[in-house]
């Protein structure tokens, strides 16, 4: 030898020729050495950051620091909205750095975001048992000597390290929501359509961070203003009581197609909540466990009257006779068996015809498709729906007007399809004959 040391030589066997190659042994030492505490090199060059930010001290950053680390670890991914430093030892050692992705209105559950290092050196990137179920929707890098190498299921599972670990970080997480929160209130609702999602599937799953999240939680109304569940709870409280003194949570998943029903409820000076995420179903369900006398209905779940039944019965100007024949024209223009006609006794300047569903059943639904353990037997059940019928509108008024019964059933049908256009079901052949019905009209 000319120069101190020692040569490590290994014999390579037949089916492990790969590992001679220099891309695959470039692409391992990237994965497992990338933050390595000593300096790597290969081919006389470089290739580890000995000295991550993560194992600073936060007031040795700056921002630009925390997103140059996100941009190594995720490159060309869209900058985070913020992230947290977590440096803690004691009762265990823990580092690290969270960042919160903009979250879409879908679950993005790419379980590879969050990489688990011991002492910078990477062990899996299948932190579903270190990290709660909800965090998964963060990126990063957490780093501790006290999480068991042993990184199987059950293992992980019984350790009283990765408990703590567990815990220690769902409160961080939300210590820095609600700092957020307090700090800058406008600027958290500019950003909450991108961490709502995440805040409502922490509630849904975590009592823990539901009881700490509830104060900062945003419900947005369809006009776009936002509230907390304390706030909205009081701006709705007079307004929107029953008879029975249940509060009346009105909501909107579409509201563009749900615009007709949407009018009609703030024509009563009601307010209807937006609630159009993947996740809102399960939600939706959450807060009716957790709010006192509260119940939340979808804005086109039937009449407005029957969503907040005050008690007070409209009069119908139908006769018993007329009532029988407007359901029974009614019924042979739609021939479904999916569609129950109902006559309603409606003010006179609302819809001549309204589409609904059943809550429960429609919500059921809802669940099943979105992933509700449980639910899978609504999923697969046909949607039923209500043809509500406004007795009292000046439309159906004219069904009863002609004896010509092709003409009562023209008008019948155009009034349906109206109906079905307003809640987006009126398709293909159907939709094609109503428009050129609608213009021959003019």
């Not at 048992?129 to 963060?138: G, I, K, Q, R, S």
């Not at 609630?275 to 369900?285: C, G, K």
């Not at 039937?302 to 024209?329: C, F, P, Q, Y």
């Not at 209500?386 to 000046?394: A, H, K, Y």
Request: aromatic residues 10%.
């Amino acid at each position: 030898r000319e120069h101190r040391g020692t040569d490590i030589i290994l014999h390579v066997a037949e089916d492990s020729l790969e590992f001679l190659e220099e891309y695959r042994l470039k692409q391992i030492l990237d994965k497992y050495c990338k933050f390595l505490p000593i300096e790597i090199e290969f081919q006389e060059k470089n290739i580890n950051n000995p000295s991550p930010i993560w194992t600073k001290q936060p007031n040795e950053l700056t921002d630009e620091d925390y997103l140059k680390f996100y941009d190594e670890l995720y490159p060309f991914s869209e900058k985070p909205l913020f992230w947290i430093h977590l440096n803690v030892d004691y009762p265990f050692n823990l580092t690290g750095i969270l960042y919160f992705p903009k979250v879409k209105n879908e679950l993005q559950m790419q379980r590879e975001k969050i990489q688990l290092y011991s002492r910078q050196v990477f062990i899996t990137d299948e932190v579903k048992d270190v990290v709660p179920e909800f965090l998964m929707l963060l990126h990063g890098v957490i780093d501790s000597p006290d999480i068991p190498l042993n990184v199987s299921r059950s293992f992980l599972q019984a350790d009283s390290n990765v408990k703590k670990i567990n815990a220690y970080i769902t409160k961080k997480v939300a210590d820095k929501l609600a700092e957020l929160f307090k700090a800058d209130r406008t600027n958290f609702e500019e950003k909450f359509d991108n961490i709502g999602l995440f805040v409502k599937y922490g509630m849904i799953s975590d009592e823990k961070f539901y009881d700490r999240a509830k104060d900062y939680c945003l419900l947005q109304n369809v006009d776009g203003k936002f509230f907390t569940l304390n706030e909205y709870a009081e701006t709705v409280a007079d307004n929107q009581k029953d008879k029975d003194g249940n509060t009346v949570y009105l909501y909107a998943t579409a509201p563009n197609s749900q615009d007709g029903f949407i009018q009609s409820a703030q024509k009563r000076g009601y307010d209807v909540l937006k609630l159009d995420t993947v996740l809102d179903s399960h939600f939706i369900n959450q807060l009716e466990q957790k709010l006192e006398k509260t119940s939340l209905k979808r804005v086109d779940a039937d009449t407005i009257e029957k969503l907040i039944d005050k008690g007070i019965a409209l009069d119908m100007i139908l006769s018993d006779s007329e009532k029988e024949t407007i359901k029974s024209v009614f019924e042979s223009v739609i021939n479904d068996s999916t569609k129950v006609v109902a006559l309603e006794a409606m003010p006179a300047d609302e819809m001549p015809a309204i589409i609904t569903q059943n809550e429960f059943m429609r919500r059921m639904a809802d669940m099943s498709r979105n992933g509700g353990g449980g639910m899978n037997m609504f999923g697969n059940m046909p949607n039923n729906y209500i043809v509500s019928i406004n007795g009292n509108s000046s439309s159906i008024q004219k069904i009863l007007k002609t004896s010509d019964q092709e003409e009562q059933k023209t008008i019948a049908k155009q009034i349906y399809d109206l109906a079905m256009l307003s809640q987006n079901m009126l398709l293909g052949a159907d939709l094609t004959a109503f428009i050129q019905r609608t213009a021959l009209a003019l």
